[in-house]
């Protein structure tokens, strides 16, 4: 079985119930082939809220062969017509741009990590210290794969789109004990409407495995992540671009700089405002108490005289007695002479007509 989710903890960083959510950028293939663009998106990331920012290590021919048969030309979507081995060429993070992206990440104090598609993937990242592996949505099936990446011991985080639950049960048993292991409900639609998003996934994956579970998100805007972290999402993924203008592979459903700050502020907020069980007086509502109702007396009552309906009520402020009591007290004779505006209180009432 999996790691308990308390343990699971990514370059230091705890992740849970307890903590607010493990925010990830992920950068895909939004450099647009450039290398500046690369190291642009790792300080926008870091600029933005990000905890950790996410590459995918791959290489056209480790992911598929150059062929345009059935089935290797891509029908419908974003990418329709390209083959599969034209878009994974535009759309890989050269090998050699690992080194530099880690450093700049590393300099700057943020988590880099990667999703490695092959052996020579995992091999490649773990010469670079990769603190975690993302194992794909598109890859869950693929448990060699997911055996070699949790042979390391490091946290595996794997997302499920696509797959049937027996298929994610069968991808938590390849990990076993091998390695602490986190879920992202996800749905592989690009972009994912939100009525496909099935949020309520989250929670059930959380008590069918008893791991830390997450969302892998590719609908447009801010409200699902949000939603999310309500239903218990300890790590929210999301693409991260520059500039949608600008293109990129996956900049349609990617977030901008601002827009990525206002995600990780709102699920911030989110999970702050979940707090705990409770009920009573929280800092905030300091005072409220005295401005509740309470029994008053809204004319002048004479020594003697019983409490009525016309000279007793229910109003605010809240420092008479409280209003359960009015049935009780009508009929009631007071001790002494009562202005109106007096908040009542058991020692103005007669002393055969004390409380008990």
């Not at 490091?154 to 499920?160: A, N």
């Not at 609908?219 to 671009?241: M, N, R």
């Not at 502020?265 to 005295?290: K, Q, T």
Request: charge should be negative; glycine fraction near 8%.
């Amino acid at each position: 079985m999996p790691s308990p989710a308390a343990s699971f903890i990514i370059d230091g960083r705890p992740i849970g119930p307890a903590h607010p959510p493990y925010l990830i950028a992920e950068m895909s293939g939004n450099h647009n082939g450039e290398l500046n663009r690369a190291l642009a998106l790792i300080d926008a990331a870091k600029a933005a809220g990000a905890d950790a920012v996410k590459l995918q290590t791959y290489t056209a021919d480790t992911i598929t062969i150059d062929h345009d048969g059935p089935g290797f030309r891509l029908e419908g979507g974003l990418w329709a017509g390209r083959t599969l081995h034209d878009l994974y060429r535009e759309a890989h993070t050269p090998w050699e741009w690992h080194e530099p992206l880690f450093a700049r990440a590393r300099a700057l104090g943020l988590t880099i990590f990667s999703s490695p598609f092959d052996d020579t993937a995992v091999e490649l990242l773990e010469r670079l210290d990769a603190p975690a592996f993302k194992i794909a949505s598109f890859e869950l099936i693929d448990h060699g794969l997911i055996r070699r990446a949790a042979r390391s011991g490091k946290p595996l985080i794997v997302s499920t789109g696509l797959a049937t639950l027996g298929e994610v049960a069968e991808a938590v048993e390849a990990v076993g004990d091998a390695a602490p292991l986190a879920l992202l409900h996800c749905v592989s639609g690009y972009p994912t409407p939100p009525e496909d998003c099935n949020l309520r996934t989250i929670p059930h994956l959380a008590e069918m495995f008893g791991v830390t579970v997450g969302l892998s998100d590719h609908s447009q805007g801010v409200a699902v992540p949000v939603a999310a972290t309500a239903l218990g999402a300890t790590i929210i993924e999301k693409h991260f671009t520059l500039s949608r203008a600008e293109g990129g592979v996956d900049s349609a459903f990617s977030l901008e700089p601002a827009e990525f700050k206002a995600m990780a502020d709102s699920v911030r907020a989110a999970w702050a405002a979940l707090g705990r069980v409770h009920y009573g007086v929280e800092p905030s509502e300091a005072g409220g108490r005295n401005y509740r109702r309470s029994l008053y007396v809204v004319a002048d009552v004479a020594a003697g005289e019983p409490l009525t309906a016309a000279n007793l009520r229910s109003i605010r402020p809240g420092f008479g007695l409280e209003p359960k009591h009015l049935p009780a007290l009508l009929g009631r004779r007071t001790v002494r002479p009562l202005a109106r505006g007096t908040p009542l209180r058991w020692d103005m009432l007669a002393a055969e007509d004390d409380a008990p």
